[in-house]
Structures are given as structure tokens and as C-alpha cells.
């Protein structure tokens, strides 16, 4: 065997070895002539068109796999062979195709080659090869988690979505139930308060109760004293412009006794004693008025009597002690109507002002010595007026600590106090701002300097309005 044959035998042994390897991949494998044409295919495309490849050589690729993008027929110039053949570069695309009246989609993969040799020295080299694959199956099962996956994204959004709704939802209910424990926490406070002056007003209005009696049998008893005592002295005088010279026994005592001296004082002890009793019972007077706290119909009545009889009550704390100076208190009353109010809601406010001024003031003395509390002259002025035909102020001024401007804001706030525990709640300026305002359709305002005092003004219409009655 020549050489040459021994080659060419094994350059048929190697091509039919490739023929072997080729038909074994899965991807049809196509080649073209010049003008498209089949000129070899794999044994892949065989069992594609269920061909054998006597049938498809020669046909022209183009004509015997019609391609579809989006549907629609492609155009011979568009179809990869053409593109190949023209242009000469390589490619993949994916598209669709009509098999078995089935839509399959095919991920074509093309190329141009030519080949120079010997053996084709007088063919036409230029050929388009084409490697197709069926992606229908990839492609679906893609759609299919691309799907799933929007789906599940979906879901994961929805779910989200549920999540942060129900956190608002868990937020705004602790909110809420935030809000209604500061109210209860609030409307508690408020009764302990109310109580403790309800209590107060009954202890007032027992005592009151309790003075009167005995007072009401002093004062009734000393016209009687006052007659009697007269008939007696006269009885005595007469005695006296008859008998010049008694017995020596009887002389004795009347020098004793300075009968002279108690003929000329005792109408002026029985003075005092009427004095004093008018005083209890102008006292008794406005402890009844005072404890008429838990009254809770409204009445026209004389603002200045309820602020006179809450000084009364916090009398003993406007004296002179070891720790304080004596209060004064400067009353600059003016003339006012009749304001209907609910009286001892407003007696509540008055005692709520007037004790926290005694306060400060106190604070601030306990700062001095005993010698600079007596000098320093420590005062709460009350002045009360007319604003216009409809509304009456009341203004309460102290010359105590003052309140910090940091803390000005707060202190209508329930339960804002800066005493020690047990001496403040924190509660009697909260109060005072629901009777002002909401109770009684007024204000209240606080205007303080620290270092220099406060002042509250409260203004009241002279006919209640309460806020439920504003639309
Ligand atoms: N005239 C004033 N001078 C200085 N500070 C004042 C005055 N009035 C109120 N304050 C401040 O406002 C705070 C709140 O007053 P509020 O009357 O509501 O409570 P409190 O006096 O502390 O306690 P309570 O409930 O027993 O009255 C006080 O703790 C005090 O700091
Ligand atoms: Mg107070």
C-alpha cells in the first residue's frame, strides 16, 4: 500500500470515527453550500425533520426550516443561514418553530467557514454552519420559575405589606392604650384630688358646723349679759346716791373690787366680746362658703367671697414662723357682677394658686436667714376687675422663686411637680386649667420670672360657657 492510500485510509477511518462522535450530540449540526443549501448534517437533524439525509441534502435550509419571531414568519434575509452567508459572522439567536403543529423554540448558533484545501479547490468553500437546539423545555421550565419566583416575590410583598400594616395596627392600639392609661392614670389622680378636697370641704363644713352652735349661744346670751349687767350697775349706782356711807364690810369690797374702774370697763369688755363673736361668725361664715367645694350646680355668686374665705382657710400659712416671713396680702378688689360659676370648683382653683404661691415663697425664704426673712417683704396680691361686660379676671401675684423658663410649659401638665415627693402630686395647676377652661369657658395663664415671682390671671365669662356648648 502507498503511502498516498495509507493516508487517505485513515483519513476515511478518522472522518467516519467523527461521523460517529457527531451523531451522538444531542444539537443538530447543519452545514451549507455558497447558496444555503444542505450539504451535511449530523444525525441529529435527521431524527429533527425524521429525515434521513439522503432526503435533506440539497434542499435549502432557509425553504426546509421556516423560522418565527414573536409569531411571525421571518424573511429569507433575515434567517441565520442568510446572515451567515452575507455577513460573514458568527451568531445565536433564539426562535421559534412549527413542528408537529407545535411552537417549539430553537437556539440557533451560526457561523460562516471557508475552507481552502486541495480537495476544494474547485468548490465553492464558503459555507454557513448552523447548530440548532430544542430550548423549548429550558425555556418553559425558566418561564415556570420566573413565574414561580414573581409569584413568590409577590407573596413575599403581600406578606410584607400584611406585616407592616399589622405593626401600624400594633403600634396605633399601644398608642391608644398608651393614651388611655395616661387618661385613667389622669381621671385617678383627678378623683384622689377632688376627694382629698371634698374631704377637706366636709371637715370645714363640720367644723363650721360644730363653732356655730355654741357661738350662736354666746352671741344671743350677750344682749341678755349686756341688759343685765346695766340693771345690776344701775341697781348699784342708785345704791350708791342713796347709801354715800355703807357699812365699812361693804366699803371694803367695793374698793376691792375698784368698782369705779369695772363700772367704766365692763361696757368695753362687753364690746370685745360682741366683736369677737362677729368675728367667729363672719369666720363660720366663710368656712360654710368655702366648703361649699363639692357643690356642683352652678350659682351667681361674689367671686371676692370665695377668694376672702380660701385666705381664711389658708390663714395660718400667711404668718409670721421661724421659717417664713409674714405674708402679706394685698387685696386690690374692684367692683364686679355676680359671676355664675360652679362655687366651689372655683374656690378649688383659688386654693390650688394661693397655696402654690405661699409655696414659693417659702422655698424662697428658706434660702435666707431669720433676719432676712423679716426684712424682706414677702407678698401675693390679688386684683380683680372687669374686662368687658362679659368677662371678670382675677389676677394672683407672689414675689417668690419663680418658675424656670424651661419648665414654664409644663406646668398645667398633670402630675408635673418640683416638690419632694409627698409635699407636691402635681396636679392642683392640671385642675385648675380643666375648671378655667373647660369647666367654665375661661383662661388661664401663668406668667412668672424666675428669680422675681408668678403670676396666674384667670379670666371668666360672667355666664358660663362651657366647652361642650361650642359646636
Ligand atoms: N406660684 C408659683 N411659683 C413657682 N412655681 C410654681 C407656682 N405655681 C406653680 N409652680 C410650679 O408648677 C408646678 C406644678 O404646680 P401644681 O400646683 O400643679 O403641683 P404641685 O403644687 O407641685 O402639687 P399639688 O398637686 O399638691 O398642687 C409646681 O411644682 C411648681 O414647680
Ligand atoms: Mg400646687
Not at 429533527?48 to 425553504?63: E, I, M, Y
Not at 417549539?104 to 468553500?125: G, H, M, N, Q
Not at 400667711?318 to 386690690?332: C, G, H, M, P, Q
Not at 419648665?407 to 396636679?427: A, E, L, R, S
Request: charged share 25%; net charge negative.
Amino acid at each position: 500500500m502507498s503511502d498516498s492510500d495509507y493516508q487517505i485510509k485513515q483519513l476515511r477511518s478518522t472522518l467516519s470515527k467523527m461521523e460517529i462522535a457527531l451523531s451522538t450530540v444531542e444539537e443538530c449540526i447543519v452545514w451549507t453550500d455558497r447558496q444555503g443549501r444542505i450539504k451535511w448534517c449530523n444525525a441529529a437533524l435527521e431524527r429533527f425533520f425524521d429525515k434521513t439525509r439522503l432526503l435533506l441534502l440539497g434542499n435549502s435550509l432557509v425553504d426546509k426550516l421556516p423560522l418565527l419571531i414573536d409569531g411571525k414568519l421571518l424573511s429569507a434575509n433575515l434567517h441565520p443561514v442568510t446572515i451567515a452567508l452575507e455577513t460573514r459572522k458568527s451568531g445565536k439567536e433564539c426562535y421559534e418553530f412549527e413542528k408537529s403543529k407545535q411552537f417549539i423554540i430553537l437556539e440557533i448558533a451560526w457561523s460562516f467557514v471557508e475552507i481552502t484545501s486541495d480537495l476544494t479547490e474547485t468548490d465553492d468553500s464558503a459555507s454557513s454552519v448552523l447548530v440548532l437546539r430544542d430550548v423549548t423545555q429550558q425555556r418553559e421550565a425558566k418561564r415556570r420559575l420566573e413565574e414561580v419566583n414573581k409569584g413568590l416575590e409577590q407573596q413575599v410583598a403581600k406578606r410584607t405589606q400584611e406585616l407592616s400594616e399589622a405593626n401600624t395596627k400594633l403600634q396605633m392600639e399601644a398608642e391608644q392604650l398608651q393614651k388611655l392609661l395616661t387618661e385613667l392614670q389622669q381621671t385617678q389622680a383627678q378623683l384622689i384630688h377632688t376627694e382629698k378636697m371634698s374631704s377637706l370641704g366636709q371637715l370645714v363644713a363640720g367644723i363650721a358646723h360644730e363653732i356655730n352652735n355654741p357661738v350662736n349661744f354666746i352671741s344671743g346670751n350677750l344682749a341678755y349679759l349686756q341688759e343685765y349687767i346695766c340693771d345690776l350697775l344701775n341697781f348699784v349706782k342708785l345704791y350708791q346716791k342713796y347709801y354715800p356711807n355703807p357699812v365699812l364690810e361693804i366699803e371694803k369690797v367695793a374698793n376691792k373690787i375698784d368698782i369705779e374702774f369695772l363700772q367704766t370697763d365692763f361696757p368695753k369688755i362687753l364690746r370685745s366680746m360682741e366683736m369677737g363673736t362677729e368675728r367667729i361668725t363672719q369666720i363660720v361664715l366663710s368656712l360654710r362658703n368655702f366648703s361649699r367645694m363639692d357643690e356642683a350646680e352652678i350659682k351667681a355668686v361674689d367671686i371676692h367671697e370665695g377668694i376672702d374665705s380660701t385666705l381664711l382657710i389658708l390663714q395660718h400659712r400667711l404668718k409670721l414662723t421661724a421659717e417664713s416671713s409674714e405674708i402679706k396680702v394685698i387685696r386690690d378688689y374692684n367692683q364686679l357682677p355676680l359671676v355664675e360659676c360652679y362655687t366651689g370648683q372655683l374656690n378649688q382653683v383659688f386654693m390650688n394658686i394661693l397655696a402654690n404661691a405661699i409655696d414659693a415663697i417659702e422655698e424662697l425664704n428658706a434660702k435666707w436667714t431669720y433676719q432676712e426673712i423679716k426684712n424682706h417683704s414677702s407678698q401675693i396680691t390679688i386684683r380683680t376687675s372687669v374686662v368687658d361686660s362679659q368677662w371678670v379676671e382675677v389676677v394672683i401675684a407672689d414675689n417668690g422663686t419663680g418658675i424656670p423658663e424651661a419648665i414654664q410649659q409644663h406646668i398645667f401638665n398633670p402630675f408635673f411637680t418640683t416638690k419632694p415627693v409627698g409635699k407636691g402630686t402635681g396636679m392642683g395647676m392640671a385642675i385648675s386649667y380643666k375648671i378655667i377652661t373647660k369647666n367654665h369657658g375661661g383662661k388661664l395663664t401663668c406668667f412668672s420670672v424666675p428669680g422675681k415671682g408668678t403670676q396666674f390671671t384667670i379670666q371668666i365669662p360672667t355666664k358660663i360657657i362651657r366647652e361642650d356648648d361650642n359646636p
